[in-house]
């Protein structure tokens, strides 16, 4: 009788513990967004608090679950049974077993915290060797403090980027390489940071509470309105990461996403000097000429600023570098080729490397983009939906401003391509 019930529930177990496990294979547990696959100190010291707690876990799964299965077996009912009372009378307990378990509780949950409390330390603080430590209280002031209020040297030491958050997209500024977004020099969507190096990361936003995670490399510390918040990050491998924001913030909140990019630290120096280049002038008499003076007259400037170009527009993301990022709009549309950079994935194991940017996708991305406001029609005349639900772009209307209403218009397959074309400039 009693196998008969332990075969009939391992018959359910068995392929119910295959899909558990199925989800255990290495390329699962180094996918994009993996928070199993560290590849900085952060990530490696908030997966260590996870990996402490799932053991522990698991011991006191195994003798809770050993004791209640001991119970089960030696206490089943037996024939002969019937005489003996239904219930159990009940007895007072054991004052040692019960005060045991209490004290066994406590010493579990100590046992956790000095890990917990560790991990929070650690990636409160950027490590001690980049700043000397009696400088730490200038590096944190904890009451607020401003930017004035740090040691110049120990700015020097410790690269230092902004991250505000916008609804639906990351806006980085690294203000120390005089690249902000007053200074016309920000960076939407892709930030770049050098190799190896510790980075204070503070957290900004213009809106609504957004919330700044990186699997693989850190998180997740929100993006308060009226606040900064501060964290720390490192990067130990290059390479193309995926982030994510981790903050119910709206319609577009799913398709809030962000990469990291992972370069050497020469690399990155080539890089400043690159987003701190003005767009190169458009050829006379080129599409990308058109493009440019529908850019102008289809309100686009107002909200985007093309360095060298126009330098009104503070509002959307800085277009002047956008043919060179390999994504678009809070990094939703991948401008490289998707499925070159599947397969380069499957090859590498997930180790984040990245294929170029496929100009033919970029086009396709920034027409898709520019032509998918509420009311542009598709092909079959219906309104086309929207690539970001209620995206800031296209409902302008909540700022109520005459001139922005130009934007909710139509435009004529070749007015997308002239203007896909000039964008397709801005390298
Ligand atoms: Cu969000």
């Known amino acids: 009788m009693f196998s008969r019930i332990l075969s009939r529930v391992g018959l359910f177990a068995v392929p119910f513990l295959a899909v558990i496990m199925a989800g255990c294979s290495k390329e699962e547990m180094t996918v994009r967004q993996s928070t199993l696959d560290p590849k900085g100190p952060v990530a490696q010291v908030q997966y260590d608090v996870f990996m402490d707690t799932v053991w522990l876990v698991v011991v006191l799964f195994a003798l809770v679950g050993g004791l209640l299965v001991f119970a089960v077996i030696k206490f089943r009912s037996r024939p002969g049974d019937e005489n003996k009372p239904a219930i159990v009378e009940e007895g007072h307990g054991n004052p040692l077993i019960e005060i045991g378990l209490i004290t066994a509780s406590i010493g579990a949950l100590v046992i956790i915290a000095i890990p917990t409390l560790g991990a929070i330390w650690y990636t409160d603080d950027v490590p001690a060797e980049s700043i000397p430590t009696s400088k730490l209280s200038a590096w944190y002031p904890r009451v607020e403090g401003t930017r004035e209020n740090y040691a110049k040297s120990v700015e020097d030491q410790v690269l230092e980027i902004d991250v505000i958050g916008k609804q639906w997209w990351f806006r980085f500024e690294y203000p120390q390489l005089g690249m902000t977004n007053d200074a016309k020099h920000s960076v939407p969507n892709e930030l770049v940071i050098p190799k190896g190096k510790a980075i204070r990361i503070n957290l900004r936003s213009e809106d609504v509470i957004h919330s700044f995670w990186v699997p693989k490399i850190a998180g997740k510390v929100d993006?308060?309105?009226?606040?900064?918040?501060?964290?720390?990050?490192?990067?130990?491998?290059?390479?193309?990461?995926?982030?994510?924001?981790?903050?119910?913030?709206?319609?577009?909140?799913?398709?809030?996403?962000?990469?990291?990019?992972?370069?050497?630290?020469?690399?990155?120096?080539?890089?400043?000097?690159?987003?701190?280049?003005?767009?190169?002038?458009?050829v006379a008499g080129s599409k990308a000429e058109k493009g440019k003076a529908l850019f102008a007259s289809k309100s686009c400037v107002m909200c985007h600023n093309v360095g060298g170009h126009f330098g009104a527009g503070a509002f959307g993301p800085d277009l002047t570098h956008v043919a060179s990022r390999k994504s678009l709009a809070g990094a939703w549309l991948d401008n490289r080729d998707p499925a070159a950079q599947r397969a380069l994935e499957r090859q590498t194991g997930n180790t984040e490397d990245s294929v170029p940017v496929d100009p033919a996708a970029l086009k396709a991305n920034l027409i898709k983009w520019i032509g998918s406001s509420g009311v542009a029609h598709g092909a079959d005349g219906k309104p086309s939906k929207d690539v970001k639900p209620g995206n800031r772009m296209h409902f302008y209307k909540m700022f109520n401003v005459a001139g922005l209403r130009e934007t909710n218009q139509q435009f004529t397959a070749e007015e997308l391509d002239h203007l896909a074309e000039y964008l397709l400039t801005l390298k």
């Open 223 to 282: 993006l308060m309105p009226g606040r900064k918040n501060h964290m720390w990050i490192q990067a130990d491998q290059t390479g193309h990461y995926y982030g994510q924001c981790a903050e119910f913030c709206g319609d577009s909140h799913a398709y809030m996403l962000f990469r990291v990019e992972v370069v050497e630290p020469a690399e990155f120096a080539k890089w400043v000097q690159q987003q701190k280049a003005e767009a190169a002038p458009v």
